[in-house]
């Protein structure tokens, strides 16, 4: 796939500073108010909206819904914006064919009609998939939702040139020889020249795959297939006044600075049975400082954090100790990594890379990573909870989280042997500069690599930068980096909306690059090849199982954690619970006010 497909990421905003020693001191602090039955001041508990509702009966219609960040956004374009705060966010506006289930839990990553009127109808072995709009549906000023507009919606992922950043799923599913050149290039009157996919009247959509893709209806859910007006198109401007297709629409935006949703009174109820809508407005208040936005969040001038990336050390530590029933500690569904790049010697061997994997502390890189509530459980492989075949940490080949916890030094010394190294040999950790935390992981690495013989230097790069420094192969090879420290979501709840750009060595690009082991195993190649064509979940789900499994055998990533974050939930929320679909977030699109204040 493209540059574009992997720069964005489902990545989550990148969470505050975090000190070392805050890291540490907060880890494992307790505090009041924890029993799920809730507090004096109305919180739901400890924990009450971790997989399940909080306060459901209590939302009342009404009311401003407060958000507040540390970061704005990517972009609020359906097309452009990738941050997974944003997609959850973006269904305020947005609407799609298909969308999630709005129930907690794994249930909350099943999909449900949206603008469709059912789930469709699958025929051609897979290749062709038909749709009808439900009836009713309607833009912000009335007129009523086209299949023409969802089509020309989607077309907008093949024009780069002009609204890089977010996914192109569907443009390298549906036009995999880049034939077509997007909707402002498109010499068809009507601009609605792709082929793959037919509009033959208003309601109904029909898309023709060149190859069946049993994620495709996955791909329909994302927010870069909501459908986009022509007439309404301000193409590079668009994210900053999105034309509503949901039940708020867009009354201000400025930048970095605030935001303000405003009922959309042409939305009918009775054609979303999705959506709430509870609140009259929904706002958010964009900070510079995370302290300070911990501290309003705390002192109940807003109701939730919009980034999701849980409290930062200092806001964390007060909120544990006096407000614990205002908390939620979920698995976020990122797994947090070291990689090894075989084109970096010695780790074109597997064993000098099983050598570090074995010789790392990782009890010690569960604490550098905030512990085993702030940082997650101790990683065990590479497939994240959320992702069906997953096993979380029953799958322990090189048990990480048992026998070798603090490390093993006598059987990293046996790979050291086996590799042609018995002394040890040298090489270079690449860390992100604006990830404290990361840094903190490196340093635990290179002290307990150290010990066995393993002399490691950390390189810290430039986070904005990381596409053409560490997504590119040739710098990385040129800088010697043989450990590289990152993180990866599932931009949807499969192992090829996870994995395939971490593992399919079609996905090794020159310049935003995030196959950094360079991984070209056959074998796993055809596995996702057979996933693609695979409909039944069951089987999808033993492949999935089966990519993890060679991928760990492989010996190419040394899991950190499965990480979990401490999230903030106001005590005037109310029907709030975290959700499979983004990550472990909470669920932003049905969430109420006990009190309309």
């Given at each position: 796939?493209?540059?574009?497909?992997?720069?964005?990421?489902?990545?989550?905003?990148?969470?505050?500073?975090?000190?070392?020693?805050?890291?540490?001191?907060?880890?494992?602090?307790?505090?009041?108010?924890d029993?799920?039955?809730?507090s004096?001041?109305?919180?739901?508990?400890?924990?009450a909206?971790?997989?399940?509702?909080?306060?459901a009966s209590?939302?009342?219609?009404?009311?401003?819904?407060k958000?507040?960040?540390?970061q704005?956004?990517?972009?609020?374009?359906t097309?452009?914006?990738?941050?997974?705060?944003?997609?959850?966010?973006?269904?305020?506006y947005?609407?799609?064919l298909?969308?999630?289930?709005?129930?907690?839990?794994t249930?909350?990553?099943?999909?449900?009609?949206d603008?469709?009127a059912?789930?469709?109808?699958v025929?051609?072995?897979?290749?062709?998939?038909t749709f009808?709009?439900?009836?009713g549906?309607?833009w912000?000023d009335?007129?009523?939702i086209?299949?023409?507009?969802?089509?020309?919606?989607?077309e907008?992922?093949?024009?780069?040139?002009v609204?890089?950043?977010g996914p192109?799923?569907?443009r390298?599913?549906?036009?995999?020889?880049?034939?077509?050149?997007?909707?402002?290039?498109?010499?068809?009157k009507?601009?609605?020249?792709?082929?793959?996919?037919?509009?033959?009247?208003?309601?109904?959509?029909?898309?023709?795959l060149p190859?069946?893709n049993?994620?495709?209806?996955q791909?329909?859910?994302?927010?870069?297939s909501?459908?986009v007006?022509?007439d309404?198109?301000?193409?590079?401007?668009?994210?900053?006044?999105?034309?509503?297709?949901?039940?708020?629409?867009?009354?201000?935006?400025?930048?970095?600075?605030?935001?303000?949703?405003v009922?959309?009174?042409?939305?009918?109820?009775?054609?979303?049975?999705?959506r709430k809508?509870?609140?009259?407005?929904?706002s958010?208040?964009?900070?510079?400082?995370?302290?300070d936005?911990?501290?309003?969040?705390?002192?109940?001038?807003y109701?939730?954090?919009?980034?999701?990336?849980?409290?930062?050390?200092q806001g964390?530590?007060?909120?544990?100790?006096q407000?614990?029933?205002n908390l939620?500690?979920?698995?976020?569904?990122?797994?947090?990594?070291?990689?090894?790049?075989?084109s970096?010697?010695?780790?074109d061997?597997?064993?000098?890379?099983?050598?570090?994997?074995y010789?790392a502390?990782?009890v010690?890189?569960?604490?550098?990573?905030?512990?085993?509530?702030a940082?997650?459980?101790?990683?065990?492989?590479?497939?994240p909870?959320?992702?069906p075949?997953?096993?979380?940490?029953?799958?322990?080949?090189?048990k990480?989280a048992?026998d070798?916890?603090?490390?093993?030094?006598?059987?990293?010394?046996?790979?050291l042997?086996?590799?042609g190294k018995?002394?040890g040999?040298?090489?270079?950790?690449?860390?992100?500069?604006?990830?404290?935390?990361e840094v903190?992981t490196?340093?635990s690495?290179?002290?307990?690599?150290?010990?066995?013989?393993?002399?490691?230097?950390?390189?810290?790069?430039?986070?904005?930068q990381t596409?053409?420094i560490?997504?590119?192969?040739?710098?990385?090879?040129?800088?010697?980096y043989?450990?590289?420290?990152?993180g990866?979501?599932?931009?949807?709840?499969?192992?090829?909306?996870?994995?395939?750009?971490?593992?399919?060595?079609?996905?090794?690009?020159?310049?935003?690059?995030?196959?950094?082991?360079?991984?070209?195993?056959?074998?796993?190649d055809?596995?996702?090849?057979?996933?693609n064509k695979?409909?039944?979940?069951?089987?999808?789900?033993?492949?999935?199982?089966?990519?993890?499994h060679?991928?760990m055998?492989?010996?190419?990533?040394?899991?950190?954690?499965?990480?979990?974050?401490?999230?903030?939930?106001?005590?005037?929320?109310?029907?709030?619970?975290t959700?499979?679909?983004?990550?472990?977030?909470?669920?932003f699109?049905?969430?109420g006010l006990k009190?309309?204040?």
């Open positions: 796939m493209t540059t574009q497909r992997t720069t964005g990421r489902r990545k989550q905003a990148a969470a505050a500073a975090i000190a070392v020693v805050a890291l540490l001191s907060t880890a494992a602090c307790g505090g009041n108010d029993s799920d039955g809730g004096k001041s109305g919180a739901a508990g400890f924990n909206a971790n997989d399940k509702v909080a306060q209590l939302a009342k219609k009404g009311g401003e819904l958000f507040a960040s540390a704005d956004a990517d972009s609020w374009d097309t452009r914006g990738y941050y997974g705060f944003m997609w959850n966010f973006s269904r305020y947005s609407r799609q298909l969308t999630y289930k709005t129930e907690p839990g249930t909350g990553a099943e999909l449900t009609p603008l469709a059912d789930m469709g109808k025929s051609d072995d897979g290749k062709t998939y009808t709009l439900r009836d549906v309607t912000e009335g007129k009523a086209t299949a023409q507009d969802i089509k020309y919606g989607i907008r992922q093949w024009a780069q040139d609204l890089s950043g192109v799923y569907l390298d599913v549906l036009d995999p020889d880049s034939e077509y050149k997007g909707p402002y290039k498109d010499k068809d009507k601009h609605l020249g792709l082929k793959a996919i037919e509009t033959p009247d208003e309601k109904t959509i029909v898309f023709h190859k069946a049993s994620d495709f209806m791909m329909l859910a994302l927010t870069s909501s459908p007006r022509q309404k198109d301000t193409k590079s401007k668009y994210g900053l006044h999105p034309f509503s297709s949901g039940p708020y629409k867009f009354q201000s935006y400025a930048p970095g600075k605030n935001m303000m949703l009922r959309n009174t042409n939305w009918k109820a009775s054609s979303d049975p999705v809508a509870y609140p009259d407005k929904v958010i208040k964009f900070f510079t400082n995370a302290n936005l911990d501290q309003r969040l705390i002192s109940g001038d109701d939730i954090d919009l980034a999701q990336t849980g409290l930062s050390p964390r530590s007060t909120a544990l100790k407000h614990k029933a939620d500690n979920p698995v976020s569904g990122y797994i947090r990594y070291a990689v090894f790049p075989q970096v010697k010695p780790f061997n597997e064993h000098c890379r099983k050598a570090v994997i010789g502390d990782h010690s890189l569960q604490t550098a990573r905030g512990g085993p509530m940082g997650g459980d101790i990683g065990t492989n590479m497939l909870p959320s992702v075949g997953a096993e979380g940490q029953k799958y322990d080949p090189y990480l048992t070798n916890k603090n490390g093993n030094a006598a059987k990293a010394k046996e790979e042997k086996a590799c018995p002394n040999f040298k090489t270079t950790i690449a860390v992100r500069n604006n990830k404290p935390v903190a490196a340093t690495m290179q002290a307990s690599l150290k010990k066995v013989g393993i002399d490691v230097d950390i390189d810290q790069f430039d986070g904005s596409t053409g560490i997504g590119s192969p040739s710098n990385v090879k040129k800088k010697g043989g450990i590289i420290i990152m990866w979501g599932p931009d949807f709840p499969s192992v090829q909306g996870y994995g395939a750009p971490l593992w399919d060595s079609k996905y090794i690009l020159e310049s935003g690059n995030n196959n950094f082991a360079l991984i070209k195993d056959k074998s796993i055809k596995l996702f090849d057979d996933y695979t409909l039944e979940d069951s089987k999808k789900a033993e492949i999935a199982t089966e990519i993890n060679k991928v055998e492989g010996g190419y990533y040394l899991p950190f954690v499965f990480e979990k974050f401490i999230n903030w939930r106001g005590s005037n929320v109310a029907n709030v619970y959700t499979g679909a983004y990550s472990g977030m909470y669920d699109v049905n969430m009190s309309a204040k």
